[in-house]
């Protein structure tokens, strides 16, 4: 088929990849801008801007596609399909039906759960024994489309939100393929019942509150996995705990219900340490 990919982080990268080892035609592909990062705030491209173009597919980079110029340059790729995965932009109903099968998303959650921008975080930060993808068609909602097909994994003690992101780029890279093996399907509506929404993560919201049970505490930690990265104070130094687990342990804390101890830590401006490492140049903290 001749597609048109719409995506913007590293998530995205599985689906592209597992398109063009199906053998379908990248017509062209469509990121966010380049943004300016790092302390020298160089213009970088974001992660798939820069496979696309490894790969020789031209890459647009719009602001919006709200203008009608851009929606007839879209139109103008006549393509067979859309695939969106974490683009970044509502799209227009002009851009929804320039496709001659539309436009599929692959979304990071079980849907009508966890619509918006955080579905990976959100479920594990709310204690879900199980996440997955939803490919959907696309509609003008904000993850309301026919769901098409649904893959599931579940969400163990030792999930974080890395090692969940990773395993559902792949799960729906594989979903998309198969999807587009009969474009024409038609997806089942959402339920009404169970729809939540997974706001974007804010950075306010990672310090550890340990007056929480210590299920709650873990499951906010994994959630906050690598970033921003839960977070608390030990003597004057703010130290981020990417991974936690139950129980007495090296350096550990008391939440409502019992202790919760601390597996991975890193110090600002250090790199990840495990407990034994970290106390050999931290000893004795006291955690607030």
């Not at 993808?133 to 969400?155: A, C, F, H």
Request: aromatic share 6%; charged share 20%.
């Amino acid at each position: 088929m001749r597609l048109i990919f719409m995506g913007t982080p590293d998530f995205a990268v599985d689906t592209l990849k597992a398109l063009i080892a199906a053998g379908h035609e990248i017509a062209c592909v469509y990121s966010q801008p380049p943004r300016a990062k790092g302390r020298g705030l160089t213009l970088q491209p974001t992660p798939i801007h820069t496979f696309a173009e490894a790969q020789g597919i031209e890459v647009r980079t719009p602001l919006s596609l709200k203008l009608e110029d851009k929606q007839k340059r879209f139109a103008a790729v006549k393509a067979d399909a859309a695939v969106v995965v974490a683009y970044g932009l509502l799209l227009p109903q002009a851009i929804l039906d320039a496709p001659t099968y539309g436009c599929f998303n692959v979304h990071a959650s079980l849907l009508p759960r966890w619509r918006g921008a955080a579905p990976i975080q959100r479920a594990i930060m709310a204690g879900d024994a199980v996440s997955g993808v939803t490919i959907m068609q696309m509609e003008l909602g904000l993850d309301t489309g026919p769901m098409v097909k649904v893959g599931r994994i579940p969400i163990t003690e030792e999930t974080t939100a890395a090692s969940l992101h990773d395993e559902l780029a792949v799960i729906g890279a594989k979903l998309m393929v198969e999807v587009l093996e009969n474009p024409s399907v038609h997806g089942i509506i959402q339920p009404t019942d169970g729809v939540t929404y997974a706001k974007k993560i804010e950075k306010t919201e990672a310090k550890i509150d340990f007056s929480k049970s210590t299920i709650e505490v873990r499951n906010h930690i994994h959630g906050l996995s690598p970033f921003p990265g839960a977070w608390c104070m030990m003597n004057d130094a703010r130290v981020k705990i990417l991974e936690a687990k139950i129980g007495d342990g090296l350096i550990s804390h008391p939440c409502t219900d019992g202790l919760i101890q601390f597996i991975k830590l890193q110090r600002e401006g250090k790199g990840v340490m495990d407990a034994a490492t970290f106390l050999r140049g931290f000893p004795n903290p006291v955690i607030s």
